[in-house]
């Protein structure tokens, strides 16, 4: 098992990617899906942006550093990854932020429908999102099991929001096919893209969705809190009105009128003044992640994932898992349901295995490809069917939970 890693390794492409990241010794982190790792060149940038930009520049600097452009920029680099075009995205807001503007953009656009219909065990944000608005009196919240989703479109659903890649399981929606069966009811796609952008090729034009969502700090490593991005089809960049009409959405702020009236395209998007810290760190990530390619990383995602699973089997170890176990349906991880899996998770932490809990009974492993060895497969394996032989997970320590899991 660890000769055939180091096989894998040596012929691995993208096996000096690793030095592009900072990781602590010792660890092997497999919980890039709720926490990308830190490029080895975005403190650097930081420095850069703190000092000079800021210290420097001072307010100079939103023109003269290209600040004011920062959403637009970074959201044209990610374009490529989801198969957009560079004007369709722009990079703003927090992920749920950016679901409440959607959602209700989308819902403005099809006067006389307002069921948001999405699936029971969504991440819960999206689901809290279309309850925020249902509370407004302007959505109706309709959740079908995904088996049931296409039958659940009737003339009444505005909108179809899914998340592409589940949280969980790692389970993938068909997104042509449901994009599809959408429009055919007359429906709008929403698709969050948090466990599928930067990790999995993704083609929203190509699919003919009408807006999306994604995560910065998961496999776009733009660090904690990045700021996460919007999509708008270009085709519904005119009429679409999105509810939080801040100043930097409008078409000339700086003419401070007291009148609101929408930028074009999807600068519209925009609510308040840009987190240029945390556009920059993202533009950091999203660069490394262009650079190495995102059908690299999905086949070394495959492939580390599928060799995970053959070192458990060799090791004789045997958890029920619940992502699907053909390749083309899942993303990039591997969950396994296990009564204790909360101590098992705390077991191989403190193992220095990082991954992560999801409630009530999910151990979840993400094979973020940029950063990992078939090496560290292998030894996350051994420490996996070290923990469950021994027991080790039933220590008392291994039971208390801090407030994030
Ligand atoms: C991580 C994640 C989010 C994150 O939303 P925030 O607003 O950044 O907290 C949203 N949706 C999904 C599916 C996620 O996995």
């Not at 890039?32 to 703190?50: I, K, Q, Y």
């Not at 249902?134 to 009444?156: C, F, I």
Request: glycine share 10%; hydrophobic share 45%.
């Amino acid at each position: 098992m660890h000769e055939d890693a180091r096989q894998r390794d040596a012929a691995d492409p993208l096996a000096d990617y690793r030095e592009r990241f900072i990781l602590p010794e010792g660890v092997i982190y497999l919980d890039g899906n709720s926490l990308g790792a830190l490029p080895r060149a975005t403190p650097d940038r930081l420095a850069e942006v703190v000092r000079g930009e800021w210290g420097e520049g001072l307010i100079r600097s939103w023109n003269s550093a290209g600040w004011i452009d920062l959403p637009q920029r970074v959201g044209a680099k990610i374009a490529p990854l989801i198969g957009a075009e560079p004007e369709e995205v722009i990079a703003c807001d927090s992920t749920s932020v950016n679901l409440f503007k959607l959602i209700a953009g989308a819902l403005s656009l099809k006067p006389g429908r307002k069921v948001v219909l999405s699936e029971p065990g969504n991440f819960p944000t999206d689901l809290y999102m279309i309850d925020g608005l249902e509370k407004q009196g302007l959505a109706q919240r309709r959740l079908a099991p995904r088996n049931e989703l296409v039958g659940a479109l009737d003339d009444d659903v505005a909108v179809l929001l899914l998340t592409h890649a589940h949280y969980k399981t790692g389970e993938l929606f068909d997104m042509a096919a449901l994009t599809r069966a959408a429009h055919d009811a007359g429906a709008l796609v929403l698709w969050d893209l948090s466990h599928s952008c930067g990790a999995y090729p993704v083609d929203l034009n190509g699919c003919g969705a009408d807006f999306a969502v994604g995560c910065g700090y998961k496999y776009l490593c733009g660090g904690p809190g990045a700021p996460a991005f919007a999509y708008v089809a270009r085709r519904h960049q005119q009429a679409l009105r999105q509810p939080l009409t801040g100043w930097m959405g409008h078409s000339a702020p700086f003419e401070f009128s007291d009148d609101y009236s929408p930028a074009s395209g999807v600068d519209q998007m925009l609510c308040g003044t840009p987190p240029i810290l945390g556009l920059a760190a993202l533009e950091v990530g999203v660069d490394l992640v262009t650079q190495i390619g995102v059908e690299r990383l999905y086949a070394k995602s495959q492939a580390l994932s599928e060799f995970f699973r053959h070192c458990l089997s060799e090791l004789g170890v045997s958890l029920d898992v619940v992502s699907p176990t053909d390749l083309a349906q899942r993303g990039s991880q591997l969950s396994f349901r296990h009564r204790d899996a909360f101590a098992l998770c705390q077991a191989l932490i403190a193992r220095g295995v990082i991954g992560d809990f999801r409630d009530p009974d999910i151990l979840r492993l993400g094979f973020a490809p940029a950063y990992l060895r078939f090496a560290d497969m292998a030894e996350a394996a051994r420490h996996l069917a070290e923990v469950l032989d021994s027991g080790e997970w039933r220590r008392a320590e291994f039971s208390e939970r801090a407030a994030v899991t």
